[in-house]
């Protein structure tokens, strides 16, 4: 039985769309190998937070489409979380993590070969399920340009890995690539797909835009500030493979000296190290400073609902996103 | 300098159009991330066979296509390489491959990231291409199935590795996807863009099939009969990897008795082993009959060739494909 995360609970309209696109989802990585196909199915049960279908449903119902346009709405919002998907596990294999979401990853339970073809079989799922919702391959378009982006940002990490020159113009270009690109293409496609009025379809990129960079700081920040359990994943593990976030970024760039001793034991960082480490982060105000430039970003991107056409799902709008970029989950 | 196999050095207007088709993908995949823009050209510069858009622009040269659909064409018969390329790379992290054609594979030289990403980049580039190509959201979603039945190949492959009760449907279902369906696409798309008439639009699909399958067998025998000098590759790597191909497909359903021993042994054969399995091989006349059965195909896809309307380009289709299905490299 597929269910969503309990946060869809206080949006029980956006939660009743987010189960179809969950079951068309399922429907379509039906395939005759069982452990490929439940590979995803442990993924969809594993709760994800939904974000960027739920993102793109909640545009979409800021405008004018009628109920003609459902099926499209969720094959195209289903697509979003596809993309995001077929991208964790390819991203699982690099990283060799053991969890994510609480669970075994797909690579560590099913081995390199599963997680490698249900990523590939995910995003050829992702390009089925947006020519299902669209006769214009501008869409199609706008979506291999997405993903490339997306990919851009994954590469661009990748190459800053135990780079302690990393600028926080580097972090910006990687998360804009690798994480907000897939919510401003969300926002935008729910008010395309929705047919909103041209100024929202205008706004919804800036605001996915925003809303995803506030998202993966405040990621960064909960890495260092959280526990394993409290966010059902492993902590302080960016740092041992090399990439710096947001409090180290910041970190360097005010005491490097303090903080190289400790980022040039690279892989041989100990628990104590990393202790250390983090102690330094709040000593340095490091954490507190992060807080304040993801809290500009989301700031942002509540301004901009704010100033949208009033709307009874603009309000659901809002408080998500409010809610989203001040968890501590 | 880009060239391409010397093969097409006999196919001088094939090969223009092939370099051009090179040149796109190496535009396509320019990226600021020079490590994965090179590890493509690398691919590129390796000098692959290129069949795939070779019969795409075969097709496309026995139809009613004007100059003005010359960029279309170039792009789509191009995306058949590049999805064909992103395959290969993924597959080879599978494989933990060290080389192909002549070179260290991806993984092995660059790493699994570099892997993982350079073949992720190609599937959005070889989508781009298409979407370049056609204003037909139905050729986008034909090749949405197309590239799913390449992976349930492959996955179908992986599901019967060791699998010493592998039967010949088992494997012609596997090859069918891997390998005769990218042809299958190719030669379907060339007629379709090269606005053949129907009756060519009509039989190109299950002439690129029985190219597909008898390239893969031929591909398969090759492996027990050659040395790596003259294939460029490793030898005998499918079956240590549990790999069974049509040789011992049909050797485990004549005289079962005498290769289980041999292939009981897994990733455990020694060279005298593999050199007793190949002397197996050959007693029981398995390397006999797989050729024969390959020839079949080839016969049908000959014999299909034949029957197209008379055409300058038809000469080159038959030609290429008789001397391709008979070659030792």
Chains 1, 2 share one sequence.
């Not at 969720?74 to 699982?92: G, M, Q």
């Not at 399920?129 to 706008?142: F, G, H, K, N, W």
């Not at 000593?283 to 970003?297: D, F, L, Q």
Request: contains cysteine; glycine residues 4%.
């Amino acid at each position: 039985m597929v269910k969503t995360h309990p946060m869809w609970n206080d949006f029980p309209n956006v939660q009743a769309s987010l189960l179809e696109c969950l079951e068309l989802i399922i429907e379509k990585t039906t395939i005759e190998n069982k452990e490929i196909e439940q590979t995803v199915i442990d993924l969809i049960e594993s709760q994800g937070k939904l974000l960027r279908p739920a993102y793109f449903l909640l545009f979409s119902r800021l405008g004018n489409a009628t109920q003609d346009a459902h099926k499209r709405i969720t094959s195209a919002a289903a697509s979003t979380e596809v993309l995001h998907l077929a991208t964790l596990i390819h991203d699982d294999i690099i990283d060799e993590s053991a969890m994510r979401r609480g669970s075994e990853t797909v690579q560590s339970k099913h081995g390199k070969d599963v997680a490698v073809y249900t990523g590939d079989l995910l995003i050829s799922v992702y390009f089925e399920l947006l020519a299902d919702a669209t006769d214009s391959v501008d869409i199609i378009q706008l979506n291999t340009q997405s993903m490339k982006r997306v990919l851009l940002g994954e590469i661009n990490q990748m190459t800053n890995v135990y780079n302690t020159d990393i600028t926080y113009e580097d972090y910006l270009k990687s998360i804009k690539g690798k994480t907000a690109q897939l919510f401003e293409l969300s926002c935008y496609e729910g008010a395309y797909f929705g047919q909103c009025d041209p100024e929202i379809i205008g706004q919804s990129r800036s605001i996915g835009q925003n809303i995803g960079i506030a998202f993966q700081m405040l990621d960064d920040i909960l890495d260092y500030t959280q526990t394993p359990e409290s966010l059902s994943k492993p902590v302080l593990n960016d740092v041992k493979q090399g990439i710096y976030t947001l409090p180290i970024i910041l970190g360097l760039e005010t005491h490097k000296e303090a903080f190289l001793p400790l980022l040039k034991k690279g892989e041989q960082l100990s628990e104590s190290d990393l202790a250390a480490l983090v102690s330094l982060l709040h000593e340095t105000n490091c954490i507190e400073r992060a807080r304040e430039i993801a809290k500009s970003y989301s700031d942002k991107a509540l301004a901009s609902i704010d100033t949208l056409p009033s709307h009874p799902e603009k309000d659901a709008l809002y408080s998500l996103t409010k809610t989203l970029l001040t968890r501590h989950y």
